[in-house]
């Protein structure tokens, strides 16, 4: 199963703090062990404690707060071991937030980076945005609506003290790291203070995709050297705003533009009219990955709610691919508009429509994109980039 997000960049963190000589306790959670089961595993020099948690998703609202048999798990682990800090990730669905707490009673000092709404939501933040609004740069409402809140998450069991209560344990924390200044906005809007911006960064290559490997994937799928591809990476779904590509994938289809989807994710459009221009080869690994952002001419990032910080915009600027990048949430602070990308507002299809075209029946553009691209990754986007900021505030 590929790592989300969050879960790829904690990993990556997690890494470089173990090659730079510190040592590294990581705790998470494992669905298929028993509740409150505890199996010690060894990866790439990091000990890892896995801790068995399931149930039932409708009380997430409130075993997100305190999970017993989590919590119980954890106090063993730590008991008689020292740290000077404390690293945490997304805790909203196993780990609870009451994790917070106890290592403020063992004396523990911790950071949080908050990679996504959860703190604030119970989903993704969609309830903000105006879908009417086609403007360049449309108005988001960050507040959060208990009434839209509820009409969002219909099948949700609401606890409407539950924002209330992860005030009160984030206001333990020592900082709260956003990933995106959008993000800190946002959640500074809904009474989440003591916050810090840092980017999240990944991985640098240390050397060039396999040539053989590119015409192997090309031959597989039937690319012909004069069709453009672009592609998306990850599921797909309305709000990382799926229908919004399949209507401009339409129009460059009835305009007869030699153009394929690539589908990184195992999903497909249901269109007849587009089955010759989709290419799905489901979910894909870390080199496979590498291979088809090699052989993309472009990378669509039409999100239409406020993403914190898509890491695909991250692995697109390290291949040089230019980008078309949603204005809400993170992505616009990574893509430099008009220069390694777009940035656009993905509800305006007519301008989402021209900018796609734009850039693939322009090889002199794409060429620039591409450069600028690898020079802005590369000077502000590597995992060890990131890793020094972090290590800058614990110190």
């Known amino acids: 199963m590929p790592l989300s997000n969050a879960e790829r960049v904690a990993y990556l963190m997690t890494k470089e703090y173990v090659s730079l000589g510190h040592e590294v306790l990581v705790i998470t959670s494992n669905e298929k062990l028993k509740n409150g089961e505890v199996k010690k595993i060894s990866f790439n020099n990091i000990q890892i404690y896995q801790i068995g948690s399931s149930y039932n998703r409708y009380l997430r609202p409130y075993l997100s707060l305190y999970n017993p048999w989590v919590i119980k798990a954890i106090k063993i682990i730590l008991k008689n071991k020292h740290f000077d800090f404390a690293h945490i990730h997304n805790v909203h669905t196993h780990i609870s937030y009451s994790v917070i707490s106890l290592l403020k ?162 999903d497909i459009f249901n269109n007849q009219k587009l089955e010759d221009s989709i290419i799905s080869p489901g979910w894909l690994n870390e080199d496979q990955m590498r291979v088809v952002f090699d052989i993309a001419d472009l990378v669509l990032v039409p999100s239409i709610y406020p993403d914190p910080f898509p890491t695909v915009v991250l692995e697109a600027m390290q291949s040089g691919t230019p980008v078309i990048s949603t204005c809400f949430g993170g992505a616009s602070e990574a893509v430099s508009n008009n220069v390694t990308g777009i940035v656009i507002n993905p509800f305006n299809i007519d301008i989402f429509f021209k900018c796609v075209e734009g850039i693939i029946t322009n090889k002199k553009l794409q060429s620039s994109m591409s450069k600028e691209s690898k020079k802005k990754f590369n000077k502000f986007f590597s995992i060890d980039s990131c890793i020094e900021k972090y290590l800058d505030l614990i110190k």
């Open 105 to 266: 009673k063992i004396g523990v000092k911790q950071i949080m980076t908050a990679h996504d709404y959860m703190s604030i939501d119970y989903g993704k933040f969609t309830q903000g945005i105006n879908p009417t609004d086609f403007s360049e740069n449309p108005k988001i409402n960050p507040k959060i609506s208990l009434f839209k809140t509820f009409l969002t998450h219909k099948r949700t069991l609401i606890n409407p003290f539950r924002n209330l209560m992860i005030r009160y344990f984030l206001n333990k924390l020592e900082q709260i790291i956003t990933v995106s200044k959008a993000q800190e906005f946002i959640l500074n809007s809904n009474g989440i203070k003591n916050t810090l911006t840092i980017n999240n960064g990944i991985s640098k290559f240390n050397d060039s995709v396999d040539p053989i490997k590119i015409i192997e994937f090309k031959d597989k799928y039937n690319i012909s050297s004069d069709e453009k591809v672009l592609l998306w990476a990850g599921r797909l779904s309305k709000e990382k705003g799926a229908d919004q590509v399949e209507e401009v994938l339409l129009r460059l289809v009835d305009k007869n533009y030699k153009v394929k989807l690539l589908l990184a994710g195992g």
